[in-house]
Nanobody, 116 residues
Framework: EVQLVESGGGLVQPGGSLRLSCAAS????????MSWVRQAPGKALEWVSF????????NYEDSVKGRFTISRDNAKNTLYLQMNSLKPDDTAVYYC?????????RGQGTRVTVSS
């Protein structure tokens, strides 16, 4: 069974940082392009970032470029999202997903709240 378990969220002040993790199991993680997506309160799901299966290609939604960094450790079956210079608009539940499943993430997500 495919499982994606996100962690690392929390309450942070504007300008702060968080590192999200996603532990993957039930599939060959290193074979799949992965993404982070997020859903802010009352808004639709939004794609945030992409990383290729080998980690060599990354891409970001415009509002997070230069602030967020996606990475992966295929030996540990883990996906990461380093988030710096956080803004209140980054407040959302963050999900990891296979890129091909980015519109229907499987996990419970991890909540990030950016507030003073």
């Amino acid at each position: 069974e495919v499982q994606l378990v996100e962690s690392g969220g929390g309450l942070v002040q504007p300008g702060g940082s968080l590192r999200l993790s996603c532990a993957a199991s039930g599939f060959i993680f290193s074979n799949y392009d992965m993404s982070w997506v997020r859903q802010a309160p009352g808004k639709a799901l939004e794609w945030v970032s992409f990383i290729s299966s080998g980690g060599g290609v990354t891409n970001y939604e415009d509002s997070v470029k230069g602030r967020f960094t996606i990475s992966r450790d295929n030996a540990k079956n883990t996906l990461y999202l380093q988030m710096n210079s956080l803004k209140p608009d980054d407040t959302a539940v963050y999900y990891c997903a296979k890129y091909v499943e980015r519109e229907r993430p499987r996990g419970q997500g991890t909540r990030v709240t950016v507030s003073s």
